[in-house]
T-cell receptor, first 112, second 116 residues
Framework: DQQVKQNSPSLSVQEGRISILNCDYTNSMFDYFLWYKKYPAEGPTFLISISSIKDKNEDGRFTVFLNKSAKHLSLHIVPSQPGDSAVYFCAASDSGNTPLVFGKGTRLSVIA | GAGVSQSPSNKVTEKGKDVELRCDPISGHTALYWYRQSLGQGLEFLIYFQGNSAPDKSGLPSDRFSAERTGGSVSTLTIQRTQQEDSAVYLC??????????????FGPGTRLTVL
């Protein structure tokens, strides 16, 4: 039973355009949502997070939107850059200090 | 170093052998997590240590898996009698323990385990 789902295994976007990565979850107890970015042969690195009391969090080119009623969140990257090419994981937890539940990831390719 | 380190980076072993994977968390981080990523899958939680509390072992897939954390710092994940389905990248993460808000978990580079 997958509690966090990233239904698109891959996404290709042209440089300068917007990248939108989607994530759905099933557990209504999740209160915190995080996005991690992973390059090959490296561990995931934290990108941005959002708590359930918000519906938007922005950090530079990265914005995460949360729709609690739909149990859906998305990561927007604009403008996309070739260095953004990586695997992006959506993760969730029901409190700030518990293990994260991860999706399977979406591989983003930004084409110059 | 400033980040989470793991050793070895790669481990190839024969089915039935025991392996030990090591994690050095960021100094001062009281929470330590082990995850694994099998081919084509997301990260799967294995075990969680927080301070002096009993570890949360709810993610360990079988009793062949165990982990310890000595002195609240270094952790070792042990897999006994390895099987081919244990082949995966094993990732360690550490974090501060916050009273409120989300904890950012910092990941090491992982150990790629291959069981022949």
């Amino acid at each position: 039973d997958q509690q966090v789902k990233q239904n698109s295994p891959s996404l290709s976007v042209q440089e300068g355009r917007i990248s939108i990565l989607n994530c759905d979850y099933t557990n209504s107890m999740f209160d915190y949502f995080l996005w991690y970015k992973k390059y090959p042969a490296e561990g995931p690195t934290f990108l941005i997070s959002i708590s359930s009391i918000k519906d938007k969090n922005e950090d530079g080119r990265f914005t995460v939107f949360l729709n609690k009623s739909a149990k859906h969140l998305s990561l927007h990257i604009v403008p996309s850059q070739p260095g953004d090419s990586a695997v992006y994981f959506c993760a969730a937890s029901d409190s700030g200090n518990t293990p994260l539940v991860f999706g399977k990831g979406t591989r983003l390719s930004v084409i110059a | 170093g400033a980040g989470v380190s793991q050793s070895p980076s790669n481990k190839v072993t024969e089915k039935g052998k025991d392996v030990e994977l090591r994690c050095d968390p960021i100094s001062g981080h009281t929470a330590l997590y082990w995850y694994r990523q099998s081919l084509g899958q997301g990260l799967e939680f294995l075990i969680y240590f927080q301070g002096n509390s009993a570890p949360d072992k709810s993610g360990l897939p079988s009793d062949r898996f165990s982990a310890e954390r000595t002195g609240g710092s270094v952790s070792t994940l042990t897999i006994q009698r390895t099987q081919q389905e244990d082949s995966a990248v094993y990732l360690c993460a550490s974090s501060l323990v916050l009273l409120a808000g989300v904890n950012e978990q910092f990941f090491g580079p992982g150990t790629r385990l291959t069981v022949l």
